[in-house]
């Protein structure tokens, strides 16, 4: 049952919601690379507009009198434009859940990835090829291959590094002045060809990294999701120790049928309490006597299968086995009754508890529309632990249980009372019944 829970490969409505968050989390990675890329070339606009103001007389011989102040912003503003676009579309298509094309995000590794070809064009005819390539411009590429890793595609990295490294050969060959020696090796093309693999080999890189970091993006949001589910599955009330517990189970929780302690709890007048109380006050008491409650079935090892108005119930054995059921339940109603009678000393509103429980075995799953499914457990056993809660008002006591819970655990039962063969309402037979407290 919870196989499919934990394996969304067998679940379409949670691979569906899987993909569409992991979609989310690349489109905000996204986000943060062209936000990073966007300051990087304003740190660049700036230096270029600092260097021309404080240092003229350098720019002008590194550019042998050639340099344009106008010619940085030029290049980089309508970069700058794009990455402007690329942010709103994204903006957008998180808030319509819509992924971005395939072509799109190959365009914009194409755009941002030939910004250091102009530069380099740019640069050329004022520095000469060889002082150019030779600058800063080659060293450009390795910004945009380092800033793949954060789009979590190996493809669009090595297709950052391709890009680069295609480019800087085109101009590093189209650009090379003639040799003064014809047979030299230092412009051959296998020379020229050699240096340009670099790029390649750092987007090849690139792409493992963000493959590496989309694995553990797809790990992370796997284990959110299966808490979500099983969080839903069980209702707001399960511990964290059993959702860990659940987790840390999958694939061996096959199988529908359990053996599980079934408790009902009921509080004991507490309707006709509640028309002498403003709703503010019943709710709030409520939440008290509740918050107190669950936390104990929770420490005890059981899970409150849902609340049932002024009462609620609760399962110990499901949905994960456990031999030492009965004596899990017994415990926690127990302490139940203790910590009621210390939280009703603190309180102008003293309430009184009752508690059924037994033993048995549960058909357990997941019960509802195709919509909304809830865990449950059916059978004869929940119908009898429901009548044994109310049979408190016949004896006037707080705890009982069925013979089935005493013959589970009769050494640590010496103080039960047997009542003897109780009529039990929807039954032919009498069933022997034990008084706790």
Same mark, same amino acid.
């Given at each position: ?32 690379? %062209? ?20 240092? /003229? ?13 106008? =010619? ?50 740019? *640069?050329? /005819? ?9 600058? =800063? #411009? ?7 291959? =380092? ?41 051959? /093309? ?17 792409? @493992? ?26 209702? *707001? ?13 999958? &694939? ?15 509080? !004991? #007048? ?10 503010? *006050? ?35 054995? &499901? ?7 009965? *004596? ?5 109603? !127990? ?19 009752? =508690?059924?429980?037994? %033993? ?11 919509? !909304?499914?809830?865990? @449950?457990?059916? #059978?004869?056993?929940?119908?009898? &632990? ?37 009529? %039990?309402?929807?039954?032919? @037979? ?8």
């Amino acid at each position: 049952m919870l196989n499919a829970l934990l394996h969304q490969s067998h679940h379409p409505e949670l691979s569906a919601e899987f993909r569409r968050a992991l979609t989310r989390e690349i489109m905000r990675t996204e986000r943060q690379r %062209i936000v990073v890329l966007m300051a990087t070339l304003l740190l660049i606009l700036v230096f270029t507009v600092g260097a021309t103001l404080l240092v /003229p007389q350098q720019l002008e011989r590194l550019f042998h009198g050639q340099f344009k102040p106008w =010619i940085p912003f030029a290049v980089v503003l309508p970069v700058l434009a794009f990455e402007c676009v690329a942010l709103l579309a994204i903006r957008w298509r998180l808030k319509t859940g819509r992924d971005i094309p395939v072509v799109a995000r190959y365009l914009s590794a194409l755009v941002e990835t030939s910004l250091p070809s102009f530069v380099l064009m740019a *640069q050329t /005819p004022m520095m000469g090829s060889t002082a150019a390539l030779g600058f =800063i #411009g080659p060293m450009m590429y390795f910004l945009f291959i =380092i800033l793949s890793t954060m789009r979590l595609d190996f493809w669009l990295s090595v297709f950052t590094g391709l890009v680069a490294g295609t480019e800087l050969f085109a101009i590093s060959y189209f650009s090379a002045p003639p040799p003064a020696d014809p047979d030299s090796p230092l412009l051959s /093309p296998l020379f020229l060809l050699s240096r340009c693999v670099v790029p390649l080999i750092a987007g090849v890189l690139a792409g @493992t990294v963000g493959l590496r970091l989309r694995r553990q993006f797809e790990a992370s949001i796997a284990a959110a999701s299966a808490r979500d589910q099983i969080t839903n599955l069980f209702g *707001q009330h399960v511990s964290p120790q059993v959702v860990e517990r659940l987790l840390a189970a999958g &694939a061996e929780m096959a199988g529908d049928t359990h053996s599980v302690a079934v408790m009902f709890v009921d509080i !004991r #007048g507490f309707t006709a309490a509640a028309r002498q109380r403003s709703p503010r *006050q019943v709710v709030e008491r409520l939440d008290a006597a509740f918050a107190v409650l669950v936390e104990i079935v929770d420490r005890n090892g059981g899970i409150v299968n849902k609340f049932l108005g002024d009462g609620f119930l609760a399962l110990f054995g &499901a949905p994960l086995e456990d031999a030492q059921a009965s *004596q899990r339940a017994v415990a926690a109603a !127990r302490e139940m009754l203790i910590a009621m009678e210390r939280e009703n000393t603190n309180s102008d509103w003293p309430l009184r508890i009752g =508690i059924g429980l037994h %033993i048995g075995d549960v058909v357990a799953g997941n019960i509802g529309s195709p919509r !909304r499914k809830e865990y @449950t457990v059916i #059978g004869d056993t929940v119908n009898l &632990a429901a009548r044994i809660e109310a049979l408190n008002k016949d004896f006037g006591s707080q705890l009982l249980v069925s013979d089935a819970v005493h013959r589970s655990m009769p050494d640590q039962l010496a103080d039960a009372e047997p009542l003897g063969e109780v009529p %039990i309402r929807g039954y032919d @037979t009498p069933l022997a019944m034990w008084r706790l407290a």
